[in-house]
């Protein structure tokens, strides 16, 4: 059985840097893609940032030039540095793993809060 572990987040303040990390243990195959999604108090879930297993990046409007996300590979684990944080970036952050024809993952969550 697939599962997502996710670990980092916390409590940072502006201006600051965080890393999340995320790995998806009982995989026999890679993800065609891993994703972090943020949920900010309400508001939608929203797209943070995602890779490809051959290292194509996406990355949400408001994190572009702050956050990177990185792969090892075709691995099933997935890195995201969060720099220069603002007190928007606050919210539960999910990790996601996708793969064609098959039903979405996610993991449990964890909080990210950034004071001003």
């Known amino acids: 059985q697939v599962q997502l572990v996710e670990s980092g987040g916390g409590l940072a303040q502006a201006g600051e840097s965080l890393t999340l990390s995320c790995a998806a243990s009982?995989?026999?195959?890679?993800?065609?893609?891993l994703a972090w999604y943020r949920q900010s108090p309400g508001k939608q879930r929203e797209l943070v940032a995602r890779?490809?297993?051959?290292?194509?990046?996406n990355y949400g409007g408001s994190v572009k030039g702050r956050f990177t996300i990185s792969r090892d590979g075709a691995e099933n684990t997935a890195v995201l540095y969060m720099k220069s944080l603002k007190p928007e970036d606050t919210g539960v952050y999910y990790c996601?793993?996708?793969?064609?024809?098959?039903?979405?993952?996610w993991g449990q969550g964890t909080q990210v809060t950034v004071s001003s």
């Open positions: 996601n793993a996708f793969r064609i024809e098959s039903p979405p993952y």
């Open positions: 009982g995989a026999t195959f890679s993800f065609n893609t």
């Open positions: 890779i490809s297993n051959i290292g194509t990046t």
